[in-house]
């Protein structure tokens, strides 16, 4: 019989897409932990995991579905479930119906182990984070969310075509809330060592045509397949695995910033303790107007949920 590895990866909400996605891909990065499958939909539980266990024989990790009190006793819980937004439903309106089912997941877990990290998927993360925080009743610093890592992505890989720099080579940020109020913080991107703005194959660049196509991709990909899951599971899997192997790498995720007084995405590094320390971000004058918009948006849905 296989041995079991000592750490421990759970997956709430992983009989369905971003959640499976993220399972998946744990197992295929190679993260020598017990990967756990857990949803309220046990069949679409025990479907995923079983699928996902026919990927693992060749790697270190394990794949099987999970209850949800084993969830609780995980190294790092990801919550990847949620109510989806109805047509013309308010906003506010999902965000009541999503903290009643994190609520109820919290509750669930319980007991949560004490040394345990939460990182929050499920949209919207900015606000579900603090909610998960607060039902959690986990500290501050080991609650997160996946925040606008991917969107970040995004904009390095828009980045990299236009000036032929990998990727990796590439810092640059979507910072703020996910979603509507996120922006670009292109006074501190950097190449190099070099600002971002200073490449010549920037010289001539549409920044809001680069913007508007980060903040539209996702609408394509549900548009042309009806959800996005891949992305987001990689971005998971890969934050996970910081936690896990306690790497203080630098992510733009949803973290509870001091100075602000609120979660938000803002670069952190991660490592065993969740977050070891947020950072200072050069902003000029209007990426700072936009950064009070967010902080603003935040607080005011958060504010009613304490």
């Not at 990065?29 to 499958?37: I, M, Q, S, T």
């Not at 679409?44 to 969830?71: N, W």
Request: proline residues 4%.
């Amino acid at each position: 019989m296989t041995s079991v590895p000592k750490q421990r990866v759970s997956v709430i909400g992983g009989g369905g897409n971003v959640g499976a996605a993220t399972a998946f891909s744990l197992i295929a990065k190679g993260v020598p932990a017990e990967v756990l499958v857990v949803d309220v939909v046990e069949k679409a539980a025990e479907g995923q995991a079983l699928d996902i266990s026919d990927a693992a024989f060749m790697m270190p990790g394990i794949c099987r579905k999970g209850t949800f009190k084993e969830a609780g006793q995980s190294d790092v819980i990801i919550v990847t479930a949620g109510a989806r937004q109805q047509p013309n439903e308010p906003r506010s309106a999902l965000i009541d119906r999503n903290y009643k089912i994190i609520k109820s997941i919290m509750d669930s877990l319980q007991p949560i182990k004490q040394t345990a990290k939460i990182l929050m998927v499920s949209n919207p993360v900015d606000v579900l984070t603090d909610i998960a925080q607060k039902t959690s009743g986990l500290p501050r610093n080991q609650v997160i969310g996946s925040g606008t890592y991917l969107d970040s992505g995004r904009l390095r890989n828009a980045l990299s075509e236009i000036t032929g720099v990998s990727p990796t080579s590439i810092h640059a940020y979507m910072l703020g809330e996910h979603g509507d109020n996120q922006f670009t913080g292109w006074s501190s991107a950097r190449i190099g060592g070099r600002p971002l703005l200073e490449h010549p194959k920037m010289k001539e660049v549409d920044l809001d045509k680069i913007y508007e196509q980060i903040q539209r991709k996702a609408y394509v990909i549900i548009e042309a397949k009806g959800s996005t899951y891949y992305g987001i599971g990689i971005c998971a899997a890969t934050i996970a695995e910081a936690l896990l192997n306690n790497t203080n790498q630098v992510f733009p995720i949803v973290n509870y910033v001091e100075k602000f007084g609120c979660y938000l995405s803002w670069p952190a590094a991660i490592g065993c303790d969740g977050v070891e320390q947020s950072f200072d971000v050069k902003l000029d004058s209007d990426e700072c107007k936009k950064l009070d918009a967010a902080i603003s948006a935040i607080k005011e849905v958060c504010s009613k949920y304490n």
